[in-house]
């Protein structure tokens, strides 16, 4: 069984191509910014059985074409990695291609075989300080780091997420810095720009917690183009979402 926060069918953000995307519930990061606060605790969710997501993957299977499969985002999906190990060999057997969308905090042998089931890693590269990191996720980067230096390592394919925050994530000197630790790196094939946004402000309320970053504005059009631009000095192709 794994435990689902939410589907998204027909995503065509959370990798290649059109996606069946599952959520699941749980994540040990709190970033300052995330817009799913509510996939935070440890419990809850609907537990669904495995079988059930490959059907559902089946189904969509006809409009997912040369790209598209399965993306398991969360919250942080490997939590639960035994779980998903055998929903991507399922997935596999049925031909669907997979993808996981992760904070990369979790670096053991369970996850190795999952990411070895893995065909697409979406790494979440939320800071390249290690101060500024914990600062902004209450946790440390140092799995995340090692996580990017094993995939390398494994010679498949991954894609960096940069989530760009006025005041937390937009210092130039940083942004560099992201391009000097990966431009080296033969895994990734592109990284994505993703401009804070204030959508899942709501959210916070809903919950009674206090949105960290009330008040926040989102990045403007000039920083956006000054980071992709950076990026474009390390990266084969830089995209904004």
């Not at 689902?4 to 069918?9: F, M």
């Not at 942080?76 to 991507?88: K, N």
Request: with cysteine; proline share 4%.
């Amino acid at each position: 069984m794994l435990p689902v926060h939410s589907i998204e069918t027909f995503g065509t953000h959370e990798g290649p191509g059109i996606r069946l995307v599952v959520f699941t519930q749980g994540c040990h990061f709190r970033c300052l910014y995330c817009h799913n606060p509510d996939t935070q605790a440890l419990s809850g969710g609907t537990a669904m059985r495995i079988e059930d997501i490959v059907k559902l993957a089946e189904k969509q299977k006809a409009y997912f074409g040369a790209d598209g499969g399965v993306t398991v985002s969360g919250g942080e999906p490997t939590i639960h990695a035994q779980a998903l190990i055998r929903l991507f060999k399922a997935l596999h057997a049925k031909g669907i291609r997979t993808a996981l969308d992760t904070n990369g905090a979790l670096l053991n042998e369970d996850t190795k075989k999952l990411y070895a089931e893995t065909d697409l890693i979406l790494l979440d590269t939320k800071h390249i300080d290690e101060d500024k990191h914990r600062a902004l996720t209450g946790m440390s980067n140092h799995n995340t780091l090692a996580l990017a230096q094993y995939r390398e390592s494994t010679s498949k394919p991954m894609w960096l997420r940069y989530v760009l925050v006025p005041g937390y994530s937009d210092d130039e000197i940083d942004i560099l810095r992201i391009g000097e630790h990966f431009e080296k790196y033969h895994c990734i094939d592109r990284i994505e720009i993703l401009p804070y946004h204030t959508l899942g402000a709501y959210k916070y309320e809903k919950l009674g917690r206090k949105n960290p970053l009330k008040g926040t504005d989102m990045p403007s059009k000039e920083s956006i183009e000054r980071t992709k631009a950076i990026f474009e000095r390390y990266f084969k192709k830089v995209t904004v979402r």
